[in-house]
């Protein structure tokens, strides 16, 4: 199984971008898919994650209303909608696979490995 994210990018406070996580040879009855960001000296922390068999999603409070998670089938493809971005947002990006997901919980995969990710850094 394979996940790339991309979309990153420089933008301003206030403005728009949207993430891409593609899968290939990803099972998505057995697994979720999340979305899970990393600024310099920070913990890693969950941004947003999805079970597309039942629509469950959690979103981190720091990013409700301005964020949304979505599927499309038939490019295989987990999207991350960010609106309203803020200095804050500004982070490596990446999507991973988990096993579980709550409307207020998401666990942090642990892997050897996070890849490269995809930068979001939002300008004041």
């Known amino acids: 199984a394979q996940l790339v994210e991309s979309g990153g990018g420089l933008v301003q406070a206030g403005e728009s971008l949207r993430l891409s996580c593609v899968a290939s040879e990803f099972s998505f009855d057995d697994f979720g898919i999340g979305w899970f960001r990393q600024a310099p000296g920070k913990e890693r922390e969950a941004v947003s994650c999805i079970v597309v068999d039942d629509d469950r999603l959690y979103y981190a409070n720091s990013v409700k ?3 949304t998670t979505s599927f499309d089938n038939t490019k295989n493809t987990v999207y991350l909608q960010m609106n309203s971005l803020r200095p804050e ?5 990446h999507c991973a696979a988990v096993t579980f997901v709550d409307t207020d919980y998401c ?7 996070w890849g490269q990710g995809t930068q979001v850094t939002v300008s004041s």
């Open 65 to 67: 209303g301005r964020f």
């Open 89 to 93: 947002d500004t982070a490596v990006y």
């Open 107 to 113: 666990p942090i995969p642990d892997l050897t490995s």
